[in-house]
């Protein structure tokens, strides 16, 4: 799960489902909670505070009640989250991105915080109540941290913008099924040049105070910009990306005898007066601010501790990414540690398969050799997603032996739009409905096939797809006897680390048969590895990008273009990087105690349901549940 929503320039709902997360059912809190809701009695009403339950199930089922009604409050800051969990109300609406926007939220979930602490009983709450009271606190706490570095995060990245999400949003999840829909598409249309609007003054804010990204940053952003607004019905010969997409699904409606001709003509007449009169000057208006700011951004990258106040951003973007009080010094020696272990386990395979030659020269046979790319056309492009879809189904057939909870939701695998597709670009992952009305989807960005080495696909499969992000993801939507907030919690240590955790667990499920696939594995926990060697390095001992890049070439063997893609990212987006391998290392510690503490009572299937039964949450709440789960195991 390749993407960053936890800016400042995307709403906190929104960034759930864009990369958005993964999580799963514990079978005995879950199925607690839900008698729980089941047996006990609560009005509509909250209790007065002087008249608290002091039974655990009625308490706890009157806490969940509050936090929905909470939730669905939440939700109405977020028309696209709406959206993106398949609803359609205030579907004309695209969220408020501005600054007094950002304010309105924070101070509202202060207030909740106050109110959950006047109305609840804590002590009388069931051991699942407890945690869902905790991790709204916690939540909003790890929000108002972030507030005064509101100015610090990056209007565009390597991998997003808003110039190109806006659109994809439109594109991919505003589902049209009457004439209703297609008028708040076009509305919304509206909705996405003044949030883009919104979101240029934000970035004109930050660089009024000496915070912008690198000139690559802005190049990417008007590049991306530029594609969603050539063709017609602005110039040239093709459909710019959402004329093509409203006249797609205009035509829906003409086949399916829900409009005629006549009718089919006049929205899309709307459609194009929207585009030309509203979309096209936000657009417009973007670019030319990024064209004159430009010259104001270094040319040559550097990190975030460069910025003002540059350490104590990047220590507070440590914090939200791991959820750990870890310092950057930390965080760089168990990357260095873990750099080291991976490099003997990867000679293992050097010598298992024959090379003649040293690990740096296996690293460049493995980047190099065409025997470990598809062929740069479209069928090469369709042999490779074939091949990633068979890898699917075979770990489908293995599930069940290692989970006692599976998804429903199905999984598809598609290439990434062409107008923001980037050569070298992370595969990532978009999260379905939580009814299973659309898939998830496993998105590749294929424009150059060169970056997508065949050692690396089986590794990235398992980890976007199942049992990775689209497993944790779909489990944790489907989520019932717990609070609807925590079905859509995003806690980037946790998903990520399950996704790394995965790659290995695939392994031990009897995956990896070709060993240069397995040594793929290995560069890619390797590359999580180097990451928290880099960013750490970048960010906060002054490394330059060259010798990121360097540093990652000489330990790894991914090719040079996706090597610079990710370096950049880092630079663009501080500390998420650190999420994936820190999460991983906490999730084999927890299994480790278990298995150490429980013994012949150890269960796979009764650790991994207890990982995912929760939700997302933050690391050390996941040690206490699984610390519970150990003490309850050994006196059953």
Excluded at 40 to 58: C, H, I, L
Excluded at 81 to 96: N, V
Excluded at 107 to 123: H, I, R
Excluded at 320 to 339: K, S
């Amino acid at each position: 799960m390749r993407s960053n929503l936890n800016s400042p320039f995307i709403p906190s709902l929104l960034a759930l489902a864009i990369l958005s997360g993964c999580q799963g059912e514990d079978p005995n809190q879950a199925a607690d909670a839900a008698q729980q809701a089941q047996s006990a009695q609560v009005s509509e009403a909250a209790a007065p505070a002087g008249d608290k339950a002091t039974d655990p199930a009625a308490e706890t089922a009157r806490l969940t009640e509050w936090l929905d009604e909470r939730f669905e409050e939440e939700l109405q800051f977020s028309p696209m989250q709406l959206s993106y969990l398949g609803r359609k109300e205030l579907y004309d609406q695209i969220d408020d991105m501005s600054l007094a926007a950002s304010e309105r939220e924070l101070e509202w979930k202060a207030k909740t915080v106050e109110e959950l602490k006047e109305k609840f009983d804590y002590d009388s709450l069931s051991t699942a109540g407890k945690e869902s009271y905790d991790l709204w606190i916690f939540q909003y706490e790890q929000a108002k941290a972030n507030k005064p570095f509101w100015n610090h995060a990056y209007f565009a990245s390597e991998l997003y913008g808003p110039e190109a999400s806006l659109p994809t949003f439109l594109i991919n999840q505003h589902k049209v099924d009457t004439v209703e829909d297609m008028d708040a598409y076009i509305a919304r249309i509206g909705g996405v040049s003044r949030a883009l609007g919104q979101l240029l003054e934000r970035a004109q804010l930050s660089a009024s105070k000496d915070i912008r990204p690198p000139q690559f940053a802005y190049d990417l952003a008007i590049k991306r910009a530029n594609n969603v607004i050539t063709g017609q019905p602005f110039a040239g010969e093709e459909d710019a990306p959402l004329f093509a997409d409203a006249k797609g699904k205009i035509e829906g409606l003409k086949e399916a005898g829900k409009i005629d001709g006549e009718k089919a003509s006049a929205l899309l007449d709307q459609v194009e007066s929207a585009l030309k009169e509203e979309f096209k000057p936000s657009y417009d208006a973007y670019i030319a601010w990024l064209e004159k700011d430009r010259v104001n951004a270094d040319e040559e990258p550097q990190g975030v501790s460069s910025l003002p106040d540059g350490d104590a951003y990047y220590n507070n973007r440590l914090a939200y990414y791991t959820t750990l009080p870890l310092t950057a010094d930390e965080v760089h020696q168990i990357g260095l540690d873990e750099v080291a272990r991976i490099r003997k386990e990867m000679e293992g395979i050097k010598e298992q398969v024959n090379f003649d030659g040293n690990l740096q020269e296996f690293f460049t046979f493995i980047r190099t050799d065409d025997q470990f790319y598809y062929p740069n056309t479209d069928e090469g492009r369709e042999g490779y997603l074939e091949e990633t879809r068979g890898f699917l189904a075979d770990i489908k057939e293995k599930l069940p032996e290692y989970f006692g909870i599976l998804p429903k939701a199905d999984l598809v695998v598609k290439r990434v739009e062409p107008f923001r597709e980037v050569p070298g670009g992370a595969q990532h992952y978009q999260s379905g409905t939580p009814d299973g009305s659309r898939p998830g989807v496993y998105y590749v960005h294929m424009a150059d096939m060169s970056a997508l080495s065949t050692t690396d696909m089986e590794t990235v499969t398992y980890h976007e797809g199942s049992p990775g992000h689209h497993m944790q993801i779909s489990i944790a939507q489907e989520l019932e006897g717990i609070p609807q907030f925590r079905t859509q919690a995003h806690f980037t240590p946790y998903i990520e680390g399950w996704a790394l955790y995965s790659e290995t667990l695939s392994k031990e499920m009897g995956q990896f048969e070709d060993p240069y696939k397995d040594f793929g594995r290995l560069t890619a926990e390797m590359w999580r590895a180097i990451r928290l060697v880099v960013d750490t390095g970048m960010h906060s001992k002054g490394w330059s990008q060259d010798q990121a890049v360097e540093y990652f070439l000489e330990n790894s063997a991914i090719p040079e273009g996706a090597v610079r893609s990710e370096v950049r990212r880092y630079l663009t987006l501080p500390g998420q990087a650190t999420s994936y391998k820190i999460g991983m290392l906490k999730i084999q510690e927890l299994r480790e105690k278990a298995k150490q503490e429980l013994g012949d009572k150890f269960d796979i299937r009764g650790f991994h349901d207890t990982v995912l039964g929760g939700g997302a949450l933050p690391l050390p709440m996941l040690e206490e549940r699984v610390n519970r789960w150990i003490e309850e195991t050994k006196g059953s």
